[in-house]
């Protein structure tokens, strides 16, 4: 009682009440020096730590004015942050001593506080979870994921958008040995935050920009982890959500590698569509495809490819199945080799150097096995200046012309023209046919061999003059010109871009 005997008696009766509440409990206790120094850091704001035995007057006299002045009892925001760091460093040491229950315990001991501003935040929560992770403990982890969502109905403030940590727990959960309906159940709270999450960030990209590549990151890998754990059935509400973040262009870019896994698992899963979708957040975030992007879209595009029939009629035609996608152009000017390109084959349909090799029209069956996306894929004859009799030639454009204007699974035509000479006159008269008998079919202009046509003045000369010959044979000057290269892969991505229109008509005709 030495200490107590330190301290000046004041006048006032309600300052000795108040003193007498505050070190009453302190200089009656028989605990250790040691325990009363730790009952007060956990117990006080800082304002109370002692720097020495002679400071203890000095404390609480401090102690004491600042509970007069003060209106009310609710923590500072110092206390409030010395306190989140304190729960973090509990959380640091039960987790390296791997006490996974007691660390449970502490966050929901935690949260009874009566004082908000000392219950966990977001950032004590979130180290918790992970912790709980590493220590292979994803019933603890999704239960105190729950506790911070309960929290979350009475603080909205606790819970900031989280979606690396909603997607770690979905990738455990999907891992994880847990109970089907447990599994079930956790996997669509899971699903739902994740798209509420998602779907503020993508209203809001502006404020979140920064935040916008780590979000598609999470995602993409998201994807992955899906379709390795069969649960295909939720890609299309993650590619959605993907779709909503990749708005937000150059900022939500992330490495290529990460497009290419989502394109190559979603296509041996057979989920064109939603490969396609792949195909244009690519575009969207302005990421440079490589070639293994096209690889893996040829790939899931084109899984199987037999050859049919050769039809020099429209009797000898294959009855209609699906789509057809169609390849025309002069003589030599490239089309089988483009066709090999397009598919990632190599021997798909026959090259050669003798114009005119192509003599009907060669059906290609793609993808035999998979009824809901069977294509053909058509490698029209050339005309021009094919080795072949004059009547054959007339026979080959009556029958195009047939062909353009009666088969009606017919979506899209490419027309190929050689880029180093431009349109001739029997490309001309091609375009007449089409503009004719084409309507309604989807029709794209390709300039092929331009690895040859070194100079961009000469490229851009080429397009020019292509483009008014569009306009003066009565076809629309916006219609698309692709410039290619079988040897060096160029508009690789265009082809495919403009083949995807109507390959996603697949089924809706």
């Known amino acids: 009682m030495i200490l107590a005997s330190r301290i000046p008696k004041p006048t006032s009766i309600a300052f000795q009440a108040l003193l007498s509440a505050v070190t009453g409990p302190i200089f009656r206790s028989s605990l250790s020096a040691a325990t009363l120094r730790r009952n007060r850091l956990q117990s006080f704001p800082t304002t109370f730590r002692p720097l020495s035995c002679h400071s203890h007057c000095r404390l609480v006299v401090t102690t004491c004015a600042s509970s007069v002045s003060s209106s009310s009892s609710t923590s500072s925001p110092a206390t409030q942050r010395e306190t989140t760091s304190s729960l973090k460093h509990q959380i640091t040491e039960l987790s390296e001593r791997k006490a996974a229950r007691k660390l449970y315990n502490l966050l929901a001991e935690a949260e009874e506080a009566e004082d908000p501003l000392n219950r966990p935040d977001s950032s004590a929560y979130r180290s918790a979870i992970r912790s709980q992770l590493r220590l292979k403990r994803p019933d603890l982890a999704l239960d105190l994921y729950r506790l911070r969502r309960k929290a979350q109905q009475a603080r909205p403030d606790i819970v900031s958008c989280d979606v690396p940590l909603i997607s770690s727990l979905l990738r455990m959960t999907l891992r994880d040995d847990l109970k089907r309906k447990d599994r079930s159940t956790a996997f669509e709270m899971l699903l739902e935050d994740l798209r509420h999450d998602c779907a503020y960030i993508a209203n809001n990209r502006e404020e979140n920009r920064e935040r916008l590549s780590q979000v598609m990151a999470v995602l993409l890998s998201a994807v992955k982890s899906l379709l390795e754990s069969g649960e295909a059935n939720a890609i299309p509400q993650l590619i959605e959500m993907a779709r909503g973040v990749a708005e937000g262009g150059k900022n939500a870019a992330v490495e290529i590698g990460l497009y290419n896994t989502a394109i190559r698992m979603l296509g041996k899963n057979k989920m064109l569509e939603s490969v396609f979708e792949v195909l244009d957040m690519v575009r969207l975030a302005q990421v440079k495809p490589d070639n293994e992007t096209f690889e893996f879209l040829a790939n899931a595009a084109v899984r199987q490819v037999r050859f049919v029939k050769g039809a020099v009629s429209m009797d000898t035609l294959p009855e209609p199945l699906g789509a057809e996608v169609a390849f025309v152009g002069r003589s030599n000017v490239g089309k089988s080799s483009l066709v090999n390109m397009i598919c990632n084959r190599k021997a798909l349909a026959y090259v050669s150097g003798r114009p005119g090799k192509t003599q009907q029209f060669n059906y290609f069956l793609v993808n035999e096995r998979s009824p809901e996306t069977q294509f053909y894929l058509v490698d029209l004859p050339g005309v021009g200046y094919a080795k072949v009799p004059i009547p054959v030639k007339e026979e080959w454009l009556r029958f195009m012309r047939q062909y353009l204007k009666h088969r009606t699974s017919l979506r899209i035509v490419f027309h190929l023209i050689d880029g ?16 004719g008998y084409g309507k309604g079919l989807q029709y794209v202009l390709v300039l092929t061999k331009m690895d040859k046509a070194d100079k961009q003045r ?52």
């Open 420 to 435: 180093r000479h431009g349109a001739l006159a029997d490309d001309e008269q091609l375009m007449q046919e089409i503009a």
């Open 458 to 509: 000469a490229k851009r000369s080429v397009m020019d003059k292509t483009r008014a010959a569009l306009v003066r044979n009565g076809c629309s000057p916006d219609i698309p010109i692709v410039l290619t290269s079988a040897s060096s892969r160029l508009g690789r991505d265009d082809m495919w871009r403009h083949m995807q229109g109507a390959l996603r008509s697949l089924g809706s005709k």
